[in-house]
């Protein structure tokens, strides 16, 4: 099946700073989307893109299909930002594929 | 905005018992997702269900798990015999469609449920 690897697996930045996650598939996908999951464990949808690129506030992400990866980008992060961020993919039918996600600390 | 709404957040259960974990997917949605994600580790895919069927499964997803819309609203799982390793957290996902050209989930915001 699909493989899908982020990096890092670990991040620490101080708050105001600036970072790039990015997410490797094998294959090619039909849906590709990027989660934050909170220190309650919930999962937050933050951007649905098989293709291209789309912005959200200080979040932004570009997915390049053809060549199989795709990038968040945090600007000015704040300690809110903190948790896990995962990018998750469907290759098939119906189901999501997870990478094993990239933790995220800001400190104040 | 429309979300997907899961019951219980917590549930502790003695091994052996049955639970049924109930989600309320977003009301226009047509497509049903399970997943499942145990402690530290990433989020697995169980099942999917349209139309009133499974129309797709995981090899995690046995005899054991069942799947069930009992009315209009509600989605279903149940764990017959719940086993240790069942403790995980169980995310009910739904999808307006699941075309190539769109097939975005929303995710509930999970039953942690801890088996004793």
């Known amino acids: 099946g699909i493989q899908v690897e982020q990096s890092p697996p670990d991040l620490i930045l101080q708050e105001g700073a600036n970072s790039t996650l990015r997410c490797n598939f094998s294959?090619?996908?039909?849906?590709l989307q990027w989660f934050h999951q909170n220190p309650w464990g919930q999962l937050i949808n933050l951007f649905y893109?098989?293709?291209g690129t789309k912005q959200n506030g200080r979040l932004s992400a570009t997915t390049v299909a053809t060549e199989r990866y795709s990038l968040l980008y945090i600007s000015s992060s704040q300690t809110t930002d903190s948790g896990v961020y995962f990018c998750a993919v469907v290759a098939g039918f119906q189901k999501l594929v997870f990478g094993t996600g990239t933790r995220l600390l800001v400190s104040p | 905005e429309p979300e997907v709404t899961q019951t219980p957040s917590h549930q502790v259960t003695q091994m052996g018992q049955e639970v049924i974990l109930r989600c309320v997917p977003i009301s226009n949605h047509l497509y049903f997702y399970w997943y499942r994600q145990i402690l530290g580790q990433k989020v697995e895919f169980l099942v999917s269900?349209?139309?009133?069927?499974?129309?797709?499964k995981s090899e995690i997803f046995d005899d054991q798990f069942s799947v069930e819309r009992p009315d209009g609203s509600n989605f279903t799982l149940k764990i017959r015999s719940t086993k240790l390793e069942d403790s995980a957290m169980y995310f009910c996902?739904?999808?307006?469609?699941?075309?190539?050209?769109?097939?975005?989930?929303?995710f509930g915001p999970g039953t942690r449920l801890t088996v004793l």
């Open positions: 996902a739904s999808s307006e469609s699941a075309t190539v050209s769109y097939n975005e989930q929303f």
């Open positions: 269900f349209y139309n009133n069927e499974i129309s797709e």
């Open positions: 893109i098989p293709s």
């Open positions: 294959d090619s996908v039909n849906n």
